[in-house]
């Protein structure tokens, strides 16, 4: 499943990282991020990740307060 970040309206909350760390983080000063292993041409705002983390990746984008992360 492909996911994406707007990084643009990322408010730096923490909760998609807090909900899914296997999939996002949040580095100290900046937006939300894919973790490297799961990035699409290395861009930090787009991943393809495994089945087995779709859920936990779901739940972030249901959580995001700002609807910043979409799924495919």
């Avoid at 899914?20 to 292993?37: A, H, M, T, W």
């Avoid at 089945?51 to 700002?66: F, T």
Wanted: glycine share 4%; with cysteine.
């Amino acid at each position: 499943m492909k996911v994406t970040i707007d990084r643009e309206a990322c408010i730096q909350c923490g909760s998609c990282e807090n909900l899914c760390d296997k999939v996002f983080y949040l580095p100290q000063d900046e937006k939300s991020s894919i973790v490297d292993k799961f990035r699409i041409d290395g861009k930090p705002e787009q991943g393809q990740i495994p089945r087995n983390l779709e859920a936990c990746a779901k739940e972030s984008a249901d959580a995001c307060p700002v609807s910043a992360i979409t799924m495919e």
